[in-house]
C-alpha cells in the first residue's frame, strides 16, 4: 500500500510539474509572426482584443470574434465627433459589417494615415488580453509588448492585396492564434478558387481581342486623381488586361505626368476609375473640361467605376470584387453571366459573413455602385 501511494505521489507530482513549467506552457505554442518576431500565445484563449494600425481591425475581421474587441481606433468609432474622418463616404465593408458594436468601445489610439505610431497608454486602458497590429517595425512592436505584458501580433498583406502570399499568410496566423483555423482556411481557399476562375475564362480570350486599359484615381494616401495610376495593379494583371502604362517603370500607385497622360491618351480604348477619385476628379473636370479630350476611351464613352480600392488600407474583398468588374467590363463575352450585386454578395458572405452589396453601392462615394460612367453627365 506505502509503495502504490508513493507511486502515486511521484506520478502526480511530474504530472504537475509538466502542467506548470517547460518551455512550452500546457495550452501554449510559439508563432512567428509576419515581421519575423516569435511570440508565444494560447490560440483560442483570449476575451479582449485590440486591432492597432492601418488594416488590422479589417484583417480581425475576416477572422475574429467581433464581440472579443475591447477597444478600437477612433477613426472606426463613427459615434465619436472628433475623430478622422476623411474615409466615412468610402465604401469599408468591415464598417457596414460591424460599426454598431464598434461604437460601443473605448479609444485605442486616433488610427487613421496621420497617426503612425501606436498610443501604448490607451491600449493599455483597453485591458487587452492579446493585441493585433499592422504597425511594421518588430523593434517598437517588441517595446510595445514589453510595455503591455501581452502579445503583440504582428500582420502585413502585402503590395498584391488580396492576391498576395502575405495576406494569405496573415489569414491563417490570424486563425491559427484565435482558434479560428477552419474559418481562416476557408477564406484562403475562397480566394485562391475566385481567382482560379477569373483566369480560366481570361485564357479563353485570344491575345488579338485585349483592348489597352487604363486605371486611374488609385488611392495613395488620399492623394489621387486622373493621373494616378499603377503599372502592375495587381487586379489588371489577375484579368489579364493589357495595361496602357506597361513599361514606364511606375513604382507601385503614383502619378504619371500631365503630358505623358495626353500622349498614352490615344491608345486608352478602356478607362477604369476608382471611386475613391472621383471627389477629386470632379472639380478639376469642372475647372478644364478638355481635360479628358484626348482619351480615346472617355470620347468613345468606354469609361467604368470600380469600387474603391484603399480606404484606411486596402479593402481586400473590394480588390476581389474590382478584378471581377475589370475582367467583365474588358472581356464581356466572356463574363457575362457575372451579375456584380450577386458577385459582390457571395464576397462578401465569404469575408464578414453578410450580404453588404446594397450597402456597399449606397455609400456616397460608391455612386451607386459598379457602372458605365456617362462621360457626358457624370461630373456635372
Not at 61 to 83: A, M
Not at 163 to 170: C, H, N, V, Y
Not at 181 to 199: G, N, P, T
Not at 357 to 370: E, N, R
Request: charged share 25%; aromatic share 10%; net charge negative.
Amino acid at each position: 500500500m506505502k509503495r502504490t501511494f508513493a507511486f502515486l505521489l511521484a506520478v502526480w507530482m511530474v504530472l504537475s510539474l509538466c502542467a506548470c513549467a517547460g518551455p512550452e506552457e500546457a495550452g501554449s505554442v510559439t508563432v512567428t509572426d509576419m515581421v519575423g518576431r516569435t511570440v508565444k500565445v494560447e490560440p483560442g484563449s483570449y476575451k479582449k482584443v485590440v486591432c492597432i494600425g492601418a488594416g488590422a481591425l479589417r484583417m480581425y475581421s475576416y477572422v475574429g470574434d467581433i464581440s472579443k474587441l475591447s477597444g478600437v481606433e477612433d477613426i472606426d468609432n463613427l459615434s465619436l465627433s472628433e475623430r478622422p474622418q476623411m474615409f466615412d463616404s468610402v465604401a469599408r465593408p468591415y464598417m457596414l459589417a460591424y460599426s454598431d458594436a464598434f461604437k460601443n468601445l473605448p479609444s485605442c489610439g486616433v488610427g487613421g494615415p496621420m497617426a503612425q505610431a501606436a498610443e501604448a497608454e490607451k491600449i493599455l486602458a483597453c485591458d487587452p488580453d492579446i493585441v493585433i497590429s499592422q504597425f511594421e517595425d518588430a523593434a517598437k512592436t517588441d517595446a510595445l509588448q514589453k510595455q503591455l505584458g501581452v502579445p503583440v501580433i504582428t500582420l502585413v498583406t502585402g503590395s498584391n492585396g488580396v492576391f498576395d502570399e502575405k495576406f494569405a499568410q496573415s489569414v491563417t496566423l490570424l486563425g491559427k492564434v484565435f482558434g479560428r483555423e477552419e474559418k481562416a482556411a476557408a477564406l484562403v481557399s475562397f480566394v485562391e478558387k475566385e481567382k482560379a476562375a477569373i483566369e480560366a475564362r481570361v485564357k479563353l480570350v485570344p491575345e488579338g481581342e485585349k483592348p489597352k486599359v487604363y486605371i486611374c484615381g488609385l488611392g495613395n494616401w488620399g492623394t489621387t486623381n486622373h493621373l494616378m495610376t499603377a503599372e502592375n495593379y495587381i487586379c489588371l494583371k489577375i484579368a489579364g488586361v493589357d495595361n496602357v502604362v506597361s513599361g514606364l517603370g511606375l513604382e507601385g500607385i503614383g502619378p504619371i505626368e500631365k503630358e505623358k497622360f495626353v500622349d498614352l491618351g490615344k491608345d486608352m480604348d478602356i478607362m477604369i476609375m476608382d471611386a475613391a477619385a472621383v471627389k477629386n476628379i470632379q472639380p478639376l473636370y469642372r475647372e478644364d473640361p478638355e481635360m479628358f479630350d484626348t482619351c480615346k476611351a472617355w470620347q468613345s464613352g468606354e469609361v467604368y467605376l470600380e469600387m474603391a480600392y484603399n480606404a484606411y488600407y486596402t479593402n481586400f474583398e473590394i480588390a476581389l470584387l474590382n478584378t471581377w468588374f475589370i475582367a467583365k467590363t474588358v472581356y464581356p463575352e466572356y463574363f457575362q453571366d457575372v451579375n456584380m450585386t450577386l458577385k459582390t454578395n457571395e464576397i462578401t458572405q465569404a469575408f464578414l459573413g453578410a450580404d453588404l452589396a446594397k450597402q456597399i453601392f449606397d455609400c456616397p462615394s460608391s455612386f451607386g455602385g459598379y457602372q458605365k460612367i456617362d462621360t457626358k453627365t457624370f461630373f456635372e
